[in-house]
C-alpha cells in the first residue's frame, strides 16, 4: 500500500534561511507526488507537482522539490524563508488507480523574524 | 470567481442534529472531492464523483451521504451527527479522475457539541 511519511512535525527557520522540508513515500508503482500548502484559517493550495518528468520540480513561492527514487524521498525546500511561508505544508502521493490523494500528516513551518 | 466554494464557512450544531454542507466550482470539472481534516489536521478522503456518479466511498459511516445534483455541485449531507464528527471538511475538484491537480475550497469547520 501507499504511504507518505513527513520526517518532522514541525520546522523553524529564521526569516533569509534556507527551508527543507522531508517527506519519504512508499509505493509499489510510480506515483506522483505534490506538495500541497495550507495557511492558516485557509484552504489547501497547490506548491508543486511531480509527474514522471523532470527530477526537480519549480513551484510557487520559490519552492522546489526534488524527487530521488533510490531514497524514495520527495523533499521540498526553499533558499530563504519569508514570514509569509509560515503555514502548514503538506505532502501528498497520488493512490494506485491515480484517482485519489493520499496526504502525509503535514510539518508546521515557523518562521521567526 | 472563487473557483470551489463551500457554505457554510463554519458550523455549530448539537449531536443528534442533521446537517448539510454545499460545494460548488466553476472550473468546469468532472469530478469533485470530500476530504475530512481532523482535529491533528491530517486530511483524509471521504468521497468522490465524476460526473454525477460514486467512483470513491471510503470507509466513512453509513450517516454521511453525498448528493451530486450536477457536475458544479457536490453536497454532503450527515445525519445524527455525532461528537466525532467535528472536524474540517474540504471540498475539492479535478478536471477527471485521473487528473492529479485538485483545486480545494476553504473548507467549513464543523463543531458538534
Known amino acids: 500500500a501507499q504511504s507518505v511519511t513527513q520526517l518532522d512535525s514541525h520546522v523553524s527557520v529564521s526569516e533569509g534561511t534556507p527551508v527543507l522540508l522531508r517527506c519519504n513515500y512508499s509505493s509499489s508503482y510510480s506515483p506522483s507526488l505534490f506538495w500541497y500548502v495550507q495557511h492558516p484559517n485557509k484552504g489547501l493550495q497547490l506548491l508543486l507537482k511531480y509527474t514522471s518528468a523532470a527530477t526537480l520540480v519549480k513551484g510557487i513561492n520559490g519552492f522546489e522539490a526534488e524527487f530521488k527514487k533510490s531514497e524514495t524521498s520527495f523533499h521540498l525546500t526553499k533558499p530563504s524563508a519569508h ?24 510539518t508546521t513551518l515557523s518562521v521567526s523574524s | 470567481d472563487t473557483a470551489v466554494s463551500q457554505t457554510p464557512k463554519y458550523l455549530v450544531t448539537q449531536m443528534g442534529n442533521d446537517k448539510s454542507i454545499k460545494c460548488e466550482q466553476n472550473l468546469g470539472h468532472d469530478t469533485m472531492y470530500w476530504y475530512k481534516q481532523d482535529s491533528k489536521k491530517f486530511l483524509k478522503i471521504m468521497f468522490s464523483y465524476n460526473n ?13 451521504s453525498p448528493k451530486s445534483p450536477d457536475k458544479a455541485h457536490l453536497n ?37 457539541l
Open chain 1, 83 to 106: 514570514m509569509s511561508d509560515a503555514a502548514e505544508y503538506f505532502c501528498v502521493v497520488t493512490n494506485q488507480a491515480g484517482t485519489a490523494l493520499i496526504f502525509g500528516k503535514g
Open chain 2, 52 to 64: 454525477k456518479e460514486l467512483i470513491i466511498n471510503e470507509t466513512v459511516p453509513n450517516r454521511f
Open chain 2, 76 to 112: 454532503l449531507h450527515i445525519n445524527s451527527l455525532e461528537l466525532g464528527d467535528s472536524a474540517v471538511y474540504f471540498c475539492a475538484s479535478s478536471q477527471d479522475p485521473l487528473a492529479d491537480t485538485q483545486y480545494f475550497g476553504p473548507g467549513t469547520r464543523l463543531t458538534v
